[in-house]
């Protein structure tokens, strides 16, 4: 039986189970009420508990434009070449891409799942609260720390691309720690002036960093083989295809660096899961949303693999791209290949396509705060859950991310020694070289577990349901149940 919106304006419940989504009602047997006549989009996000705020101006390829520029192929392999070059070597490159992004799909077919059943603002967060064991939903949704940190990442990454490029071009500069940060400020600044917009900007906008992207990734992959100013042009098959191109640049066992290089993968081929964040403004979300998820998934495979393939074939000495003076390995391996002209013209594209994927990432991340702000899960959610009268948008989630991710990239003001304590991958351990991930890794953790057994557990629930919705199956207003079958026996009601 399906729900349809009463006649004459009465009152009615939704049946969450005919609408085939999985909902936060479910684990009390509630049901949404409403009053007015809505579409298939706002009746499923009403029965998931949540009004309609957003326009849904986003159509399919909106989201998956927006999802694709998160991913940004060619400019997040650049970010990360000193990953898989420096790792594993060229042919661990090739066959760590296959592998590692073969096991992605999975991950990415059972998300796009999750969105066609749940299609809300918070993603994983209300999927990890309505599918939990009784009890655990809190502590399962209480993740979200994690979710902040994609602008100040990529921005840092374009950042330094902006300022390499600047050396390049003139040799006498020096890139001093300040100038990334200056640099990365801005950077927050013009691209939250751009995100803040209607919906059907940011799908504009987001558009035309997909096309972008395809045209940044189609000029490398012709331009450097081509264009190779090497002799030979390329290396031969057998450093990119076999064990004689499997070099172990760790001080670990072999298969081991191999699986290290899936890092330049996993960073790659983050960001498929924006269509879930974005689904509260997609037509169609329970639809639209989980293929873009997929078509994001698979396209980045597809469309990433002849990019590494031209990597290993063209690149000639790996250490002089992963440690070079530039260090900035994408600007290196442009300049070895194309030399000083080319070279920077090369790099300067990839640093435009970078640019789409930081715009991307403020998008997403913007709407995450939104979902969680909505729930009361943040300090100051009754600021950052407001969504602007213009625009449509958060707005003040927004500006709340980047101010948090200008905060954060203070950090790159760290010693060297604090840096490389994070990043540090040898072998050979000892106080001095360890990589100390496991511990800051775990003292955020720990000091998270700590909030929410302490505190956060008292008064955070999840998801907080703001529409009006039935109390444990029973109706406190009189409510009428109407069915699209004809049955309109009435619910029971209070007295």
């Known amino acids: ?34 009053d007015h006549d809505m579409d298939a989009d706002e009746e499923i996000l009403v029965s998931l508990g949540y009004k309609q705020e957003f326009k849904r101006d986003f159509s399919i390829w909106s989201c998956f434009s927006v999802s694709f520029s998160i991913l940004g192929i060619l400019p997040s392999i650049a970010s990360t070449l000193s990953y898989n070059l420096a790792y594993s070597g060229q042919a661990g490159s090739v066959w760590g891409w296959i592998v590692a992004s073969i096991l992605i799909q999975f991950v990415a077919l059972s998300m796009a799942e999750l969105c066609s059943s749940m299609p809300t603002a918070g993603g994983l967060y209300y999927a990890a609260a309505v599918l939990a064991p009784d009890g655990w939903g809190p502590l399962a949704s209480w993740n979200f720390i994690g979710q902040l940190t994609g602008p100040v990442s990529v921005g840092y990454a374009l950042a330094y691309m902006i300022l390499t490029a ?14 990334i940060y200056l640099t990365l400020l801005l950077i927050l600044f013009v691209s939250g002036l751009i995100t803040m917009q209607a919906t059907k ?9 997909t096309w972008v992207n395809l045209i940044a990734l189609i000029i490398f992959v012709i331009w450097l083989p081509v264009g190779s100013v090497n002799t030979p042009k390329t290396n031969p098959n057998s450093v990119v295809w076999t064990g004689e191109g499997l070099v172990n640049g760790t001080e670990w066992p072999s298969g081991f660096a191999f699986i290290m290089g899936f890092l330049s993968v996993i960073w790659t081929m983050s960001g498929y899961d924006a269509p879930f964040h974005l689904s509260e403004e997609c037509s169609n979300a329970n639809v639209a ?14 469309l990433g693999f002849p990019v590494i393939l031209v990597i290993a074939y063209t690149v000639m000495n790996i250490p002089d791209v992963v440690a070079g003076n530039l260090g900035q390995p994408m600007g290196a391996l442009c300049l070895q ?4 002209k080319a070279g920077l013209a090369m790099f300067c594209i990839n640093i435009v396509a970078q640019y789409a994927v930081e715009l991307g990432c403020i998008i997403a991340g913007s709407r995450v705060i939104y979902a969680y702000s909505r729930d009361g899960a943040l300090p100051g959610s009754r600021w950052w859950k407001k969504v602007n009268n213009y625009t449509k948008t958060p707005v003040n ?4 991310d980047l101010a948090i991710n200008a905060l954060l990239g203070l950090l790159m003001f760290a010693s060297p020694v ?11 351990l000892n106080a001095l070289n360890m990589n100390y991930t496991c511990v800051v890794y775990g003292g955020v953790m720990t000091c998270a577990l700590l909030w929410y057994a302490i505190d956060a557990r008292k008064w955070f629930k999840g998801p907080k349901i703001n529409v009006e919705h039935l109390i444990h199956g029973q109706d406190t207003d009189d409510i009428e149940a109407v069915m699209v079958d004809g049955d309109s026996e009435p619910k029971k009601r209070m007295e």
């Open 418 to 428: 604090a840096i490389g304590a994070v990043f540090s991958i040898g072998g050979d």
């Open 1 to 34: 039986m399906s729900v349809s919106s009463a006649p004459g304006g009465r009152r009615h419940t939704v049946d969450e189970s005919a609408l085939g989504v999985t909902s936060i009602f479910q684990k009390n047997n509630d049901h949404a009420v409403v």
């Open 337 to 340: 290949v194309l030399g000083p």
């Open 289 to 302: 949303a989980p293929r873009a998820i997929v078509m994001t998934a698979q396209l980045g495979f597809h």
């Open 201 to 209: 900007i940011i799908g504009w906008i987001n558009v035309v960093g």
């Open 166 to 179: 600047a050396a390049i071009g003139n040799p006498e500069y020096v890139i001093q720690t300040w100038h």
């Open 397 to 400: 989630a927004l500006w709340f």
